[in-house]
Nanobody, 125 residues
């Protein structure tokens, strides 16, 4: 059974940077497209960024484009989210997710079958 474990969250000032990591176990990492979602208090979970199995194709939400970068290291079974120029509105619990639609860059949560437990990111103003 696929398990995903996120790390790297924390408290940062506006304008700062964080890098989130998510490591997969129990599955073949290259069989999956990977993505990051986030959920702020009182709001629905929203798509942040996605990457196909090879790492050659990525897609980001308009709200983070130019500030966040998704990448993966298939030798380490790990996907990353580099977050720069953070804003208070980026405050949320960030989740990584795995989809068997490996050749694509899905952005709808329904395409993802495995989810991590989430890591809290708090951006202070």
């Amino acid at each position: 059974q696929v398990q995903l474990v996120e790390s790297g969250g924390g408290l940062v000032q506006a304008g700062g940077s964080l890098r989130l990591s998510c490591t997969m176990s129990g599955g073949t990492f290259t069989n999956y497209a990977m993505a990051w979602f986030r959920q702020a208090p009182g709001k629905e979970r929203e798509f942040v960024a996605t990457i196909n199995w090879s790492g050659w194709i990525t897609s980001e939400a308009d709200s983070v484009k130019g500030r966040f970068t998704i990448s993966r290291d298939n030798t380490k079974n790990t996907v990353y989210l580099q977050m720069n120029s953070l804003k208070p509105e980026d405050t949320a619990v960030y989740f990584c997710a795995a989809s068997t639609e490996k050749y694509f860059t899905p952005s709808l949560s329904g395409f993802f079958s495995s989810w991590g437990q989430g890591t809290q990111v708090t951006v202070s103003s």
